[in-house]
């Protein structure tokens, strides 16, 4: 039987309001206030309710992530608490999938008065997802109510030792479980207790069993490193085409082998072995013909045509069979099971034009990846591609020995550069010329001033020096002073991005959504979102969800970087 928990709360909102902001913070979770980290980092407030804990620690130079499933009592605490610290997501445990697609970590973690609507089956899967979430030292806070349940509200019975036992599967430390305290409502049949778990490192193996797969299993060829490395850019730059599946994420294997392409041809090109043989079985006649394309137009969103795109279909589908049969097969555990299940689909029907989209590219298979690998390679990927490609280097070195041949690790390591577009505002700014010679406007977004064609500066939003993303949704117009001597190559700060909303959807409808433009620039522009911004799967996104995505972009890119904020305009 499965139990509604989130609609007593949404239907008795009010009631339920009014008895949490009676409470002071400081009152209730006294237990829990000598293991609120000192430093201020990011939290995520599961079952934020009236938003009470949220606004505390917002005040205290927390941001938070405030997670709450019903929508009556989440929006009554968004007009309550509306500190631009505390950013309001509508999600649930077990899953958290919509927390998850945001690649943030958080430094600590609070559940109040929540673990006892997780049914007990679910528990297992709610505590790893929490612990995934978790920055390496972070911390989980729950306080567990013991009692018996209200007749209006499903309730399970909850046990420390249970969540000590569960947060122990997943690599979490108890640092410390309070005695039971006294319920400050008066109810003599309800106790509370707080429970306090530590990870003190990744805490779920993914980094020795990288480190294996990279320094220490056998290789016959680079093709294992190949794969890790296709699967890391994903984790990088295009998150969002993961699909949830409980313990793992499956991944498009047309996008894995678009990017084994991408990262292969350089190296073809170079005659540069990956094998000790010369023969490397996706190197066919179809990849042969993707000679005229740059490696780095080889990326989601670009449309080839005619030749080239018969070319591309029929190489992918060579790529993606080749996966299957050698480094999915070989790359395995200790117990000789694939760290990286996959299944080839079907080469896509032929057509004269492909786009490279998640629906073409899905339908040459799936690969699954462990959630703890997926995470890690998210979260990491700074430390972890440097280790690859310097074993990349070293094999192919060593297989360029045995042919009798020298090769030189600058001549590998210039192959292996994951080279990305070049900074091109080309056609963005072509768009904005085309509106003004119009007659109509375009305004910069961050000074709201008119624009005209002398001093047009195409920005990108999220800058390019932290992140090389020239997706259309990250071109905004700005004026020439506002964007070279006043942003720069700074982070926005998120009241800067938020007060610049308006201008920013209007310029989006303008150029890309409602404007007499060609059409594809707008199946480019919701492609693009939907692969490299943290939004809801199998829908198109509306510009609202958009905005907040661009966010929680905005903050997993300060968090990765630590690079310095832009505080909005300041005058010459």
């Known amino acids: 039987m499965s139990w509604d928990t989130v609609a007593p709360y949404d239907r008795g909102f009010r009631e339920f309001t009014a008895a949490y902001e009676a409470l002071g913070f400081e009152d209730i979770h006294r237990g829990a206030l000598p293991f609120v980290p000192a430093a201020c980092g990011m939290a995520l407030d599961v079952g ?13 130079g927390w941001d938070v992530i405030a997670v709450e499933p019903a929508s009556a009592m989440r929006l009554a605490a968004m007009r309550a608490h509306g ?61 567990l109510r013991h009692g018996p349940a209200p007749e209006d509200r499903p309730m399970w019975p909850v046990d420390s030792h249970e969540v000590e036992r569960l947060g122990l599967d997943v690599g979490l430390a108890l640092r410390v479980a309070t005695e039971h305290a006294d319920d400050l409502d008066g109810r003599s049949d309800v106790r509370w207790q707080t429970i306090i778990l530590d990870l003190p490192d990744d805490g779920v193996g993914a980094l020795p069993l ?51 392409i991408r990262m292969f041809k350089p190296l073809v090109e170079r005659r540069l072995p990956q094998r000790p043989g010369d023969a490397m079985g996706f190197v066919t006649a179809a990849f042969n013909a993707l000679q005229p394309i740059a490696a780095f137009d080889l990326r989601p969103g670009m449309v080839f045509a005619d030749g080239l795109g018969e070319a591309l279909r029929r190489a992918l589908a060579d790529t993606a069979k080749l996966i299957e049969r050698m480094p999915a097969h070989h790359l395995t555990f200790a117990d000789d099971m694939a760290v990286f299940p996959t299944r080839y689909g079907r080469i896509p ?60 690790a600058d001549d590998v390591m210039t192959a292996l550069r994951w080279v990305e577009p070049k900074r091109d505002t080309t056609l963005v700014r072509g768009l904005a010329l085309k509106i003004l010679a119009r007659g109509e406007m375009v305004r910069c977004v961050w000074s709201g001033r008119p624009l005209g064609a002398d001093h047009l500066d195409i920005d990108h939003c999220l800058p390019w020096s932290a992140w090389a993303c020239a997706d259309l949704w990250n071109l905004l117009p700005s004026g020439s002073y506002v964007n070279r001597h006043n942003k720069g190559e700074k982070i926005i700060a998120g009241p800067v991005l938020a007060q610049a909303k308006p201008l920013i959807l209007d310029w989006w409808r303008e150029a890309y959504l409602e404007g007499n433009h060609i059409p594809r620039y707008r199946s480019r522009f919701i492609e693009e979102a939907q692969t490299t911004l943290p939004l809801p799967m ?35």
């Open 48 to 60: 934020a309710g009236s938003g009470r804990d949220a606004q505390w620690l917002a005040d205290r």
């Open 349 to 408: 029907a032929g057509a004269a034009t492909i786009m490279l989209d998640q629906a073409f590219l899905w339908q040459y298979g799936t690969t699954s990846v462990p959630l703890n690998i997926w995470n890690a390679l998210r979260r990491m990927s700074a430390w972890i591609e440097p280790m690859l490609i310097a074993e990349w280097v070293r094999l192919t070195q060593v297989y360029a020995d045995r042919q009798g041949r020298q090769v030189s």
């Open 210 to 260: 990288l480190r294996g797969v990279i320094l220490r299993q056998e290789k016959a060829a680079t093709y294992k490193l190949g794969l890790l490395r296709c699967i890391a850019r994903i984790a990088d730059a295009s998150p969002n085409v993961a699909r949830d599946a409980g313990d793992h994420v499956d991944l498009p294997l047309g996008l894995i082998a678009l990017y084994w």
């Open 83 to 143: 500190s631009p610290a505390i950013r309001w997501i509508d999600d649930r445990l077990p899953a958290l999938a919509s927390v998850h697609r945001l690649g943030l970590a958080f430094d600590m973690v609070w559940l109040s008065g929540v673990w006892m609507h997780v049914e007990p089956p679910d528990r297992p899967r709610a505590m790893r997802k929490l612990a995934t979430l978790l920055k390496p030292g972070g911390r989980l806070v729950l306080t």
């Open 538 to 572: 199998g829908e198109c996104p509306d510009l609202e969800q958009l905005f907040q995505a661009v966010d929680f972009r905005r903050l997993r890119l300060r968090q990765d970087t630590q690079a310095p904020e832009w505080a909005g305009i300041q005058s010459p």
